[in-house]
């Protein structure tokens, strides 16, 4: 197995910009989860699916941010528009039905907005 | 949201020294993770703790479920160069990880 697999795993982009990030899950799994990471805040829970339907976005900084999960094998996170204070890694997980051994992090995003 | 706290927030030690780390909560938990993440990676789960007092092992590594479920512990025994990275513990709630701040342990050889 591929494992999770998020892309781009570097993006720069000027403030103001549109930034898509991808991830694809490992396959069979049925939750996702899309997590951001900087040194002041850790890690943090953005948004999180069950079956392709978003259960708790209470995560997402504002409407600025945006995840949708269009099938089972494919999540989007985008930011429009960016924000220098963006900047950070996005990590995407996927996770099946039970268990914790199986919740499965991608090699991030690594966001940097100038 | 949940506060979880780890303690040392880093540590330098020698090739072959046990190492001890620990993560509190105000929050009672009902399952305990531990991860670690090398530079450029996502978290990697070590170990998962899901009652009270339990004590796991995974090779070098033994964490404990702390008993009043606020906290956890996580040793590691005979430290080696590749143990190097930031170690996270989760506390679990749900379908909700909250993840604590983080160790970052440099193994000098």
Redesign the interface.
Known sequence: DAGVIQSPRHEVTEMGQEVTLRCKPISGHNSLFWYRQTMMRGLELLIYFNNNVPIDDSGMPEDRFSAKMPNASFSTLKIQPSEPRDSAVYFCASSPTTGFYGYTFGSGTRLTVV | GQQLNQSPQSMFIQEGEDVSMNCTSSSIFN?W?WYKQEP??????LI?LYKAGELTSNGRLTAQFGITRKDSFLNISASIPSDVGIY?CAG?TG???Y????TSLTVIP
Do not use: I, K
């Open positions: 399952t993770l450029g990676e996502g978290p990697v789960l998962a996270f679990v379908n909700q990880f993840f604590g701040t983080g």
